[in-house]
């Protein structure tokens, strides 16, 4: 085996523009997240790839979704948050946006008394997994259904399989903001690559869904301007 050098002419390649600094996302903390608030007491957290979100209430925190990339991280958000605002910080209620493990598999990491909201697909599939990261769902609903918690107002909807049979659409009328989850990757070209979807002709229907409560056509994955969620 012999040693070479290869040589790359680099003034061959084509000028790209650089990417635009908006495309990076928010600039992480030392401990690897950013979070911020989309409205009031709407806040997300982002580890640069994947996306979470919550609510502060009267009635503690409803946390919407919970990646395990960014795993105790979540809860270390809601206290920087809740410490701000002089609100509880106890995440008493999560809703699962669908059984994937990379959006839910850090759902173990919290309290054995907080009560895991979903469909009741996803209930199914969990009970099939048997995963302890991501215990199932004991609060399920079949289409609709919309939660009041401390004071707060969640549509939860399931308009058929799209990027999963159970993902759902999470509506925050109060706060303009949808949460649509798998279904538009910023930088991805829709169906090349369709983010391991089971059902190609939904997942495009998906991003014509309309909104639960304006029943006008929402923009899916849309985080009030923030960048759509991922994977
Ligand atoms: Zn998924």
């Not at 707060?152 to 009328?173: M, S």
């Amino acid at each position: 085996m012999s040693s070479s050098t290869t040589q790359v002419h680099t003034e061959a390649l084509p000028d790209y523009a650089p990417v635009p600094r908006s495309a990076l996302g928010p600039a992480l903390n030392e401990q690897g997240y950013y979070v911020g608030c989309v409205e009031r007491n709407l806040c997300w957290i982002t580890d640069g790839t994947y996306q979470s979100a919550f609510l502060t209430t009267s009635d503690g925190v409803v946390l919407l979704d919970a990646p395990p990339t960014i795993g105790n991280n979540i809860q270390r958000a809601v206290d920087e948050i809740a410490s701000d605002n002089g609100v509880s910080n106890r995440v008493n209620y999560l809703v699962y946006s669908h059984h994937h493990a990379d959006h839910v598999g850090a759902s173990s990491l919290f309290d054995k008394d907080v009560t895991r909201i979903g469909h009741e697909e996803t209930r199914r599939l969990l009970l099939r997994d048997d995963d302890p990261a991501r215990p199932p769902n004991e609060e399920t609903f079949q289409d609709t259904r919309t939660l009041e918690i401390g004071g707060e107002r969640i549509n939860l909807a399931w308009y058929g399989a799209n990027h999963t049979p159970d993902n759902i659409i999470i509506h925050l009328p109060d706060h303009d903001t949808l949460m649509l989850i798998d279904i538009v990757n910023p930088g991805w070209a829709p169906v090349y690559i369709s983010n391991l979807t089971e059902d190609i002709p939904g997942y495009i229907e998906a991003r014509q869904t309309p909104s639960p409560t304006r029943g006008s056509t929402s923009s899916a994955a849309t985080w009030a301007g923030s960048a759509p969620a991922t994977t």
